[in-house]
Every structure is written in C-alpha cells, then in structure tokens.
C-alpha cells in the first residue's frame, strides 16, 4: 500500500498535471489518499512527484 499526499500547490501547472493530481483524489494541500502500489500508479507519481509525499504503509 501507498500513501500519497499532497504538499505543494497545482497553481501555475500545466493542465494534464493538475488532471492527474485530481485523478489521485487529492484536491487540497495536506490531502491524502492511499493505494495498491501499480505500475499504473508509479506513473502518475513520477509525473507529479514534485508535488507529492508517498509513503509506504502497511496494510
């Protein structure tokens, strides 16, 4: 399980890193959300990992 969490602002990106931002449920900073670890989702992590805090936790 991963849990992502949202620490910088998406003020000022481009549109398809907001979208993917949002398609990771998270809408304010300090949001979070948790997820079966995917390839699919690595991705979106490494596209917004500038943005993000991900954490590995236990299920």
Not at 23 to 48: C, E, H, M, W, Y
Request: hydrophobic share 35%; charged share 35%.
């Amino acid at each position: 399980m991963v849990k992502v969490t949202l620490i910088k602002s998406t003020i000022g990106e481009v549109k398809s890193v907001k979208e993917t931002v949002a398609s990771l449920g998270l809408r304010k900073i300090r949001s979070s959300n948790t997820f079966q670890d995917s390839p699919a989702l690595r991705g979106k992590l490494k596209k917004v990992e500038h943005l993000v805090k991900v954490e590995e936790v236990e299920e």
